[in-house]
């Protein structure tokens, strides 16, 4: 229904900055909600950070402060400025977007981040 392509990510030691980005194409429905989850080993997909179309935005609390979403709803793209990052950070992120009716999402393939201390 929707093509989400991550770029940005990389090895950056503790306390840099990264910026993501994903871009989506052939939707064949209204995007409203886009966001950023993670997984790192051994752990589930977790949220990191949403931003919806009219731009509210939510944040895991662990990333509160550090990390920025936003999004160009004209091009249907969506960013995530990640500062002072730290190890822990570290995970493949995925983007996702939703639309309006159930049923309507789409993912990403991922993007490696790896923080070094």
């Known amino acids: 229904q929707v093509q989400l392509v991550e770029s940005g990510g990389g090895l950056v030691q503790a306390g840099g900055s990264l910026r993501l980005s994903c871009a989506s194409s052939?939707?064949?429905?209204?995007?409203?909600?886009m966001g950023w989850y993670r997984q790192a080993p051994g752990k589930q997909r977790e949220l990191v950070a949403v931003?919806?179309?009219?731009?509210?935005?939510n944040y895991a609390d662990s990333v509160k402060g550090r990390f920025t979403i936003s999004r160009d709803n004209a091009k249907n793209t969506v960013f995530l400025q990640m500062n002072s990052l730290k190890p822990e950070d570290t995970a493949v992120y995925y983007c996702?977007?939703?639309?309006?009716?159930?049923?309507?999402?789409?993912w990403g393939q991922g993007t490696q981040v790896t923080v070094s201390s």
């Open positions: 996702n977007a939703r639309g309006f009716f159930s049923g309507q999402e789409g």
């Open positions: 052939g939707s064949i429905f209204s995007i409203n909600t």
């Open positions: 931003i919806t179309s009219g731009g509210l935005t």
